[in-house]
Structures are given as structure tokens and as C-alpha cells.
């Protein structure tokens, strides 16, 4: 079955920039989502198909995707990103969540 | 503004089957389609199953296939999800989230989970 890999740890000085990767056998030819989950909360919407961000979210948060890696940047990280981050795609009719990544803001 | 408000926590006896509801509100249910999803600390989201409120399709991932049921109530704008035969593993946050009317087939660019509920959590223990 299709996974998704993401790093479990990342960390980033305040104010600095930070990347959270995932890969997947050919993920740049499907669409990808990433969602912030804080602790107690349900998961938030960052980043959809790849690039798009839903209303309400902020344009430091943007994401690429190609090859065998999606990308999800935050610029300017403040205290309040420190979260866990998933990403998320679908093959054929299967849904795929990566098992996150914790982002800790110095 | 888009609201799904699931019930309360629930603690159920292995073999026992537990029934999630997720009240809709803000948006057209009816034009939509709910998935469910389940979490256990430490770990990422499992997708479950999808249900389409305007057609009546659903999907489901292979492993709960026979075992989870989803219906729809779009007079009261509730959604259902039943899951049988529990077990430990079973044991989660269960959550409901706002998903595409379409099959995934026909939705290139889905599914796109723009509102969660706040999760149910259920436990499974003897």
C-alpha cells in the first residue's frame, strides 16, 4: 500500500524559516494536502493541492510538490506554528496521512 | 461559519459496535460529503470511509470494509458512523470531517478536508 514518510522532529528558530518535507513513490503526480494539529485540537487545513492555502491561513505558510517530495514552508515561523504537521494525499480511492512531523520553534 | 459538532466520548466493550453522530451546521450538508477519520496519540490521521450526502455513494478504506456503516439524516444535517465488532485497537479519537460530494474517481484534487469536527473519543476495554 502507498505511505507517505515525513521526518518526526523539526526545529526552527523564531522568525527564521522552516521546511517539513514528505515523500512518497511519484507524490509530485498526485495532489497533496497538509494540516497543523496542535495538542487537544482537531487538524487545521494549511495547504491544499499542493499550493493553495484556504481562507484564514496565513501567506507565511506556502507548499510544493514534485518528484517524490512535497514541501511545506513556513516563513517568518512564530511561537504559535509549533505544532504537530501531516501530510496528506490520496491513491486511487486510498486516503494516506504521513505520521507527522513535530515542529518546535526556538 | 462551518461547524461539525460530533457526541460525546464513549466506552464500549470489546465485540460491541458504537454509533458517532457529526451535526453540520453553516454550509449545505446536503451538497457535500463527510469523511471520518481516526487518530491515536502519537500517530498521523486514518482515513475510514466516505460517504457522499448528495448522492448517497460511499467509499471505504480496505481494512474497515464489512465493518463500518455510514448513513446520512439530511432533515436533522447528521451524519452517522457505526463501527462493529470492536477491539482494543479500536481505541481512538474518532473524528468527522467536511469532504467532496464527488466519488474520489471523478475528483481530481481530492479529497481536501476543510473543517474537522472536534472528535469523539472511544474507548474500547473490558
Known amino acids: 500500500s502507498y505511505a507517505l514518510t515525513q521526518p518526526p522532529s523539526a526545529s526552527v528558530s523564531r522568525g527564521q524559516t522552516a521546511t517539513i518535507a514528505c515523500s512518497g513513490e511519484?507524490?509530485?503526480?498526485?495532489?497533496v494536502c497538509w494540516y497543523q494539529q496542535k495538542l487537544g485540537q482537531s487538524p487545521l487545513l494549511v495547504i491544499y493541492?499542493?499550493?493553495r492555502r484556504p481562507s484564514g491561513i496565513s501567506d507565511r505558510f506556502s507548499g510544493s510538490n514534485s518528484g517524490d517530495t512535497a514541501t511545506l514552508t513556513i516563513s517568518e515561523t512564530q511561537a504559535m506554528d509549533e505544532a504537530d504537521y501531516y501530510c496528506?494525499?490520496?491513491?486511487?480511492?486510498?486516503?494516506?496521512f504521513g505520521g507527522g512531523t513535530k515542529l518546535t520553534v526556538l | 461559519q462551518v461547524h461539525l459538532v460530533q457526541s460525546e466520548a464513549e466506552v464500549k466493550k470489546p465485540g460491541a459496535s458504537v454509533k458517532v453522530s457529526c451535526k453540520a451546521s453553516g454550509f449545505s450538508f446536503a451538497s457535500h460529503g463527510i469523511s471520518w477519520l481516526r487518530q491515536v496519540p502519537g500517530r498521523g490521521p486514518e482515513w475510514m470511509a466516505w460517504i457522499s450526502v448528495y448522492k448517497g455513494d460511499t467509499n471505504f478504506a480496505a481494512k474497515f470494509r464489512g465493518r463500518v456503516t455510514l448513513t446520512t439524516d439530511t432533515s436533522a444535517d447528521t451524519a452517522y458512523m457505526e463501527l462493529r465488532g470492536l477491539t482494543s485497537d479500536d481505541t481512538a479519537v474518532y473524528f468527522c470531517a467536511r469532504d467532496t460530494p464527488l466519488k474520489y474517481s471523478d475528483s481530481r484534487g481530492y479529497p481536501i478536508f476543510d473543517d474537522w469536527g472536534q472528535g469523539t473519543q472511544v474507548t474500547v476495554s473490558s
Open positions: 493541492q499542493d499550493n
Open positions: 496528506q494525499a490520496r491513491d486511487s480511492n486510498d486516503v494516506v
Open positions: 511519484n507524490l509530485g503526480e498526485k495532489y
